[in-house]
Nanobody, 126 residues
Framework: QVQLVESGGGLVQPGGSLRLSCAASGFALDYYAIGWVRQAPGKEREGVSCISGSDGSTYYADSVKGRFTISRDNAKNTVHLQMNSLKPEDTAIYYC???????????????????WGQGTQVTVSS
């Protein structure tokens, strides 16, 4: 059974940091790109960052470039998203998605996934 489980969300002050984790089971990450997609109330889904399973190539949305870092540990079937210098506009539910593709940029831009986690809330507020 394929499953993606996110963790690490919470409430943080502007300028703070959070580290999200996505634990995958039921399939091998080597053959899937993993992405973080967020959705804020009243806004469309936004692909924040994606990472390839084959060569580790990454993509970041302009809104998070330089502040967020995505990484993966295929041995542990886990992907992390380190979020620094958080802003109130980063507030959203963050979903982990897996897509059988090597096109990480397209995955993020289209916010696509074959499998999805349940989401974790990130709130940036003073």
């Amino acid at each position: 059974q394929v499953q993606l489980v996110e963790s690490g969300g919470g409430l943080v002050q502007p300028g703070g940091s959070l580290r999200l984790s996505c634990a995958a089971s039921g399939f091998a990450l080597d053959y899937y790109a993993i992405g973080w997609v967020r959705q804020a109330p009243g806004k469309e889904r936004e692909g924040v960052s994606c990472i390839s399973g084959s060569d580790g190539s990454t993509y970041y949305a302009d809104s998070v470039k330089g502040r967020f870092t995505i990484s993966r540990d295929n041995a542990k079937n886990t992907v992390h998203l380190q979020m620094n210098s958080l802003k109130p506009e980063d507030t959203a539910i963050y979903y982990c998605a897996a897509l059988h593709t090597r096109a990480v940029q397209a995955m993020c831009i289209m916010a696509r996934g074959d499998y999805w986690g349940q989401g974790t809330q990130v709130t940036v507020s003073s």
